[in-house]
Nanobody, 121 residues
Framework: QVQLVESGGGLVQAGGSLRLSCAAS????????MGWYRQAPGKQRELVAETSSGGSTNYADSVRGRFTISRDNSKKSVYLQINSLKPEDTAVYYC???????????????WGQGTQVTVSS
């Protein structure tokens, strides 16, 4: 079993910053891509940022230049530094990871439980 646990959400004023963290635990052989998604009320879940096992990154256009994704493979963790927050960034942020639990097995996608980010204007 694999668990992803997020932390770091909260209520901040527009223009503020937050740092989200996500740690993977359980039976893990390897982790491929890790990423952050978000879902605002009444909207579909969308990709915010992702990073490969080699460190390459990809960002949604709406957050590029304000959000920075990073990972620490030794800690099986991924982080999201969020700067210059806007009210439209308000959403539940979910951590996502592609994990192999044993050598030779296929990769499965896992999700965290989500952490709320609320930005007041």
């Amino acid at each position: 079993q694999v668990q992803l646990v997020e932390s770091g959400g909260g209520l901040v004023q527009a223009g503020g910053s937050l740092r989200l963290s996500c740690a993977a635990s359980g039976t893990i052989f390897s982790i491929n891509a890790m990423g952050w998604y978000r879902q605002a009320p009444g909207k579909q879940r969308e990709l915010v940022a992702e990073t490969s096992s080699g460190g390459s990154t990809n960002y949604a256009d709406s957050v590029r230049g304000r959000f920075t994704i990073s990972r620490d493979n030794s800690k099986k963790s991924v982080y999201l530094q969020i700067n210059s927050l806007k009210p439209e960034d308000t959403a539940v942020y979910y951590c996502n990871a592609g994990v192999r639990t044993h050598w030779g097995t296929r990769e499965y996608e896992y999700w965290g439980q989500g952490t709320q980010v609320t930005v007041s204007s």
